[in-house]
T-cell receptor, first 111, second 113 residues
Framework: KQEVTQIPAALSVPEGENLVLNCSFTDSAIYNLQWFRQDPGKGLTSLLLIQSSQREQTSGRLNASLDKSSGRSTLYIAASQPGDSATYLCAVTSGTYKYIFGTGTRLKVLA | KAGVTQTPRYLIKTRGQQVTLSCSPISGHRSVSWYQQTPGQGLQFLFEYFSETQRNKGNFPGRFSGRQFSNSRSEMNVSTLELGDSALYLC????????????FGNGTRLTVT
């Protein structure tokens, strides 16, 4: 059974810091991994999707990496800003058309 | 391009009642999936539809059901509501589920009293 874990559960950093969020999954037989952010009371916004054949994806200040063999992905946020404060979730596609979500990391960037 | 639209945004129901939630995907998206989000269990997959066919289902009781129409709009129904069904219900659409990004609506907040 696929399980997805995110560490840390919460993180508070001063503005301008570079930071790394972690996502681990137990079954390496995935099709892809996707990172999302969720603002309070809202739906999820897609940030990056990494297909199983890829090692990383970049979008602006965000860079996501995938190591399928070790069951890990990291989301790197450069030069963090208060507007980056949100909950970040990772999800893997496991089995047939089924996303399994991690528990999320609640990020607060202090001005 | 309009995003994923979920209606209603908020709903209050009584135990034992039933409820229907609606989701309109992004134009051109044929895959629609549904999720339940609670503080205790996080985000859990309910089911996924593509071209009016359910392709996968999560581990939820039969009281949770869904359907998709020919225009890709989807509905989910929960019968015989229980207090534990109180949650944020999220819908997501994509071009083709497996390697296309999911685009989420803002959800329907269901409260069961």
């Amino acid at each position: 059974k696929q399980e997805v874990t995110q560490i840390p559960a919460a993180l508070s950093v001063p503005e301008g810091e570079n930071l790394v969020l972690n996502c681990s999954f137990t079954d390496s037989a995935i099709y892809n991994l996707q990172w999302f952010r969720q603002d309070p009371g809202k739906g999820l916004t897609s940030l990056l999707l990494i297909q199983s054949s890829q090692r990383e994806q970049t979008s602006g200040r965000l860079n996501a990496s995938l190591d399928k063999s070790s069951g890990r992905s990291t989301l790197y946020i450069a030069a963090s800003q208060p507007g980056d404060s949100a909950t970040y979730l990772c999800a893997v596609t496991s089995g047939t058309y089924k996303y399994i979500f991690g528990t999320g990391t609640r990020l607060k960037v202090l001005a | 391009k309009a995003g994923v639209t979920q209606t209603p945004r908020y709903l209050i129901k009584t135990r034992g009642q039933q409820v229907t939630l609606s989701c309109s995907p992004i134009s051109g998206h044929r895959s629609v999936s549904w999720y339940q989000q609670t503080p205790g269990q996080g985000l859990q997959f309910l089911f996924e539809y593509f071209s009016e066919t359910q392709r996968n289902k999560g581990n939820f009781p039969g009281r949770f059901s869904g359907r998709q129409f020919s225009n890709s709009r989807s509905e989910m129904n929960v019968s015989t509501l229980e207090l534990g069904d109180s949650a944020l219900y999220l819908c997501a659409s994509s071009l083709e589920h497996r390697n296309s990004p999911l685009h989420f609506g803002n959800g329907t907040r269901l409260t069961v009293t």
